[in-house]
């Protein structure tokens, strides 16, 4: 049985990031400090001004019950409900991929593109393939307000989870979520086209942390046998929803640059940016016709 978390803000601090650390969670400072602000609803500044505070015991029962799921290897952001992406805070839910940092690579990626055509044509409409929390499409709508998008997902409780994170951002009267295999329901132009596609061979799944395998949804994980299959549909299916002079912009798993690159090459696209993340390996690649 655990010790009982002491009451006062900066003991509570301490107990629980020994807690996290001697079950071995690598970040056992910033989860520990994540999830007792967010149980406490204090801050940091609160920890440093008065680590006396009180912390009721509704509060304490909730940071208990939440170091317990961490202990067991339930990803922090999981257990918050919540993650920050691009400077919004998105919540998830079970059928949403936690977006990641490295993906913000793609938005930065577009950005300049997407706000030069608002300012060339005052609008510029954007197509999130494989939209999860809406994470790409609404830090780009955030970022660029005469913009519009549509995020497409296979899976209904991901579109509920945008909808709902486009609403609490005030995005939500430029967003539309969009059920839909890849294409199939998807009708228009765009003038950009974003896709993070699940790009996990099968095989190599079960091999994942088990902090990913076990909580991202398999389907936005799977990319199947190759890993590839869905940059094949979204290469030879583009073109029919590109704007002239549009963009195609990929997230990659970092191995498969040339073989994503010949894919699109085989469509009739130029590879004309290709961006590496925060760690250095190629991530986003750019498309042009
Ligand atoms: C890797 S996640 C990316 C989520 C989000 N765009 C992000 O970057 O955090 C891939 C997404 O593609 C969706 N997806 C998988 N297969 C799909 C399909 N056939 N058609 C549309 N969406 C699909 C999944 O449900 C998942 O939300």
Same mark, same amino acid.
């Given at each position: 049985? %655990?010790?009982?978390?002491?009451?006062?803000?900066?003991?509570?601090?301490?107990?629980?990031?020994?807690?996290?650390?001697?079950?071995?969670? #690598?970040?056992?400072?910033?989860d520990?400090?994540?999830i007792v602000?967010?149980f406490?609803?204090?801050?940091?500044?609160?920890?440093?001004?008065?680590p006396?505070?009180?912390?009721?015991?509704?509060?304490? #029962?909730?940071?208990?019950? #939440?170091?317990?799921?961490? /202990?067991?290897?339930?990803p922090?952001?999981?257990?918050?409900?919540?993650?920050?992406?691009?400077?919004?805070?998105?919540?998830l839910?079970?059928?949403?991929?936690?977006?990641?940092?490295?993906?913000?690579?793609?938005?930065?990626?577009?950005?300049?593109?997407?706000k030069?055509?608002?300012?060339?044509?005052?609008?510029?409409r954007?197509?999130? *393939?494989?939209?999860?929390?809406?994470?790409?499409?609404?830090?780009?709508?955030?970022?660029?307000?005469?913009?519009?998008?549509?995020?497409?997902?296979?899976?209904?409780?991901? *579109?509920?989870?945008?909808?709902?994170?486009?609403?609490?951002?005030?995005?939500?009267?430029?967003?539309?979520?969009?059920?839909?295999?890849w294409?199939?329901k998807?009708?228009?132009?765009?003038?950009?086209?974003?896709?993070?596609?699940?790009?996990?061979p099968?095989?190599?799944?079960e091999?994942?942390?088990?902090?990913?395998?076990?909580?991202?949804p398999?389907?936005?994980?799977?990319?199947?046998?190759?890993?590839?299959?869905?940059?094949?549909?979204? %290469?030879?299916?583009?073109?029919?929803?590109?704007?002239?002079q549009?963009?195609?912009? /990929?997230?990659?798993?970092?191995?498969?640059?040339?073989?994503?690159?010949?894919?699109?090459?085989?469509?009739?696209?130029?590879?004309?940016e290709?961006?590496?993340?925060?760690?250095?390996?190629?991530?986003?690649?750019?498309?042009e016709?």
């Amino acid at each position: 049985m %655990a010790d009982l978390l002491p009451a006062a803000l900066g003991p509570l601090l301490r107990a629980a990031r020994e807690r996290l650390t001697a079950a071995g969670i #690598a970040d056992a400072v910033l989860d520990s400090r994540l999830i007792v602000e967010h149980f406490s609803g204090t801050t940091r500044a609160d920890a440093i001004a008065e680590p006396g505070h009180p912390v009721d015991a509704k509060a304490l #029962a909730a940071i208990e019950a #939440a170091l317990r799921r961490r /202990v067991a290897g339930e990803p922090v952001h999981r257990i918050l409900g919540y993650r920050e992406f691009y400077g919004l805070r998105l919540s998830l839910s079970a059928d949403t991929l936690e977006p990641r940092p490295d993906t913000e690579t793609l938005v930065d990626a577009v950005l300049p593109f997407a706000k030069a055509t608002a300012e060339r044509l005052g609008e510029c409409r954007i197509l999130d *393939l494989g939209t999860g929390t809406g994470a790409i499409a609404l830090a780009l709508l955030s970022a660029v307000p005469a913009a519009t998008a549509t995020g497409v997902d296979i899976s209904p409780g991901a *579109l509920a989870t945008a909808t709902r994170n486009a609403e609490d951002l005030r995005l939500g009267g430029r967003f539309k979520a969009l059920h839909s295999n890849w294409f199939e329901k998807v009708s228009g132009r765009y003038h950009v086209i974003v896709a993070n596609p699940p790009y996990i061979p099968t095989g190599d799944i079960e091999n994942l942390q088990a902090e990913v395998r076990d909580f991202d949804p398999r389907r936005a994980l799977d990319g199947g046998v190759d890993g590839l299959i869905p940059y094949r549909i979204i %290469a030879g299916e583009a073109e029919g929803f590109l704007e002239a002079q549009g963009k195609v912009a /990929v997230e990659i798993g970092y191995t498969q640059q040339s073989e994503v690159t010949a894919i699109f090459a085989g469509a009739g696209y130029r590879l004309v940016e290709v961006r590496r993340d925060l760690g250095g390996n190629d991530r986003v690649l750019v498309f042009e016709r």
